[in-house]
């Protein structure tokens, strides 16, 4: 994932010659573009590990509620997530020459909100494809029109967080708080149901 | 001839109510005092995306009837819904199109309505894909009824984008009333009435359609743990 979101740092750099486009426009969404696409390498390989030796089998026959499988490789991802943005943030701000504007407790929140709602659905869609003979392209295929919503809002909030003069984040971090809760509570729902064929 | 529509004489029903509002779209009603006559192209966009709606509304109660009492119906069901769903979607989006370059002077603006219409259909598509991709009928069904609920969420959302956040999209049903003269009413319900019936009559002929497959399906494997049994 970190390999993956550095050679997305690399490739932007010689896509975009930052010295003639005005490039803190488009700042942004080439940031939130790098971690959907790295998240989506990592995302689905979370259920991908199991399949070789069969061992979701074993996870599944373990005593316990199942729901903890789907929290725990829930929380792995979003550790991870978190980590990678954690590390690739800065590196995107000092190789871009972006000057940094905004408040820390914002972008902070937005990385937090951003990463979770990238691994939500991310995670659920994993166990699915992990079952399927073309699983990494439904993966792909699904994932990507579910996570627009997170990217208009992490975009739109990073945009206002570094305008001069700053605008206000709140609107897009509380429709990323909706997005996070709806698909927090809905996979939890569901995930029983996966198990049973 | 005779033997072909023996199932489905109410097709002779749904003719004359479709040519009725045909007549209406394109002769019984007046041409809008902006648009002129490009306007008329609203009861086909409006018709379309009424049956949309409908028909993922029956994708998503019969992916939550799959899921509880895990019998074919549903399945059936909710898949010939969602794939009629996904064409009626497409006519929205053809049909806007057009119009949009008439109307607006561009064929494609990144509007909530057009965004959230846009990201139903590709999810829908993505749907269809996986229930060709997958060749295991139980997995198939169960991953299809949980997508086709994650997806549904989509269309309160499409609905209410116009009502919600600014949009160029004009709001015609209000709690007020219904924006629109009576005179151009008229045609929008018959389409609409109009390209339900067609809904219901492709969904009659799509699940039979589904139920011969699955026929086959079984058939090729009894013939086969026959040859090899």
Redesign the interface.
């Known amino acids: 994932m970190m390999a993956f979101v550095l050679m997305v740092i690399f490739v932007f750099a010689f896509a975009v010659d930052t010295g003639r486009v005005q490039f803190s426009l488009v700042f942004p969404g080439t940031l939130w573009m790098a971690f959907l696409f790295a998240g989506m390498i990592g995302i689905s390989r979370t259920y991908a590990h199991e399949v070789p030796e069969d061992t979701l089998t074993g996870l599944i026959l373990a005593p316990g509620d199942r729901m903890t499988i789907f929290l725990a490789k829930l929380t792995t991802a979003f550790l991870f997530m978190i980590a990678m943005e954690a590390i690739a943030t800065p590196i995107f701000f000092s190789l871009f020459n972006e000057p940094w504007n905004g408040s820390w407790g914002p972008m902070i929140l937005v990385l937090v909100l951003g990463a979770l709602g990238l691994v939500e ?1 991310g995670t ?1 869609l994993s166990a ?1 494809s992990a ?4 699983g990494e ?2 993966f792909t ?2 994932l ?3 996570e ?2 997170v990217l ?1 809002c992490t975009v739109e909030a990073t945009q206002a967080m570094l305008s001069v003069p700053s605008g206000n984040p709140w609107l897009w971090l509380h429709g990323l708080m909706a997005y996070d809760a ?2 927090l509570v ?1 996979p939890l729902l ?1 995930y029983e ?2 198990w ?2 | 001839m005779k033997r072909l529509f023996a199932k489905d004489w109410w097709i002779w029903i749904v003719l004359p109510i479709m040519l009725l509002a045909l007549y209406y779209d394109f002769i019984g009603s007046p041409n809008d005092v902006q648009l002129g006559a490009s306007a008329r192209i609203l009861y086909f966009h409006i018709g379309s995306a009424a049956v949309a709606g409908i028909a993922f509304t029956v994708t998503a109660v019969a992916s939550i009837g799959y899921l509880i009492q895990r019998t074919v119906v549903w399945d059936i069901w909710a898949a010939a819904s969602a794939e009629i769903g996904t064409v009626f979607t497409t006519m929205i989006l053809v049909s806007g199109t057009i119009w949009g370059r008439v109307a607006w002077g561009a064929w494609w603006t990144w509007d909530p309505r057009l965004t959230a219409t846009l990201i139903l259909w590709v999810i829908f598509a993505g749907y269809l894909l996986l229930r060709e991709w997958s060749d295991n009928f139980e997995r198939r069904a169960t991953y299809s009824a949980i997508i086709a609920l994650i997806a549904y969420i989509d269309v309160p959302i499409d609905y209410m984008t116009i009502r919600w956040w600014r949009s160029i999209h004009p709001v015609i049903f209000t709690n007020q009333g219904i924006n629109m003269p009576v005179s151009m009413q008229i045609p929008m319900f018959l389409s609409m009435g109009a390209m339900t019936l067609v809904f219901i009559l492709w969904m009659a002929v799509r699940m039979r359609l589904m139920r011969a497959e699955m026929g086959v399906v079984d058939l090729k494997n009894a013939i086969r743990s026959h040859i090899e049994g």
């Open positions: 659905l659920l699915i079952n399927l003979k073309s392209m439904i295929v699904l990507f029109p579910f627009i919503p208009i709806i698909f809905l569901l149901y996966l049973e064929v």
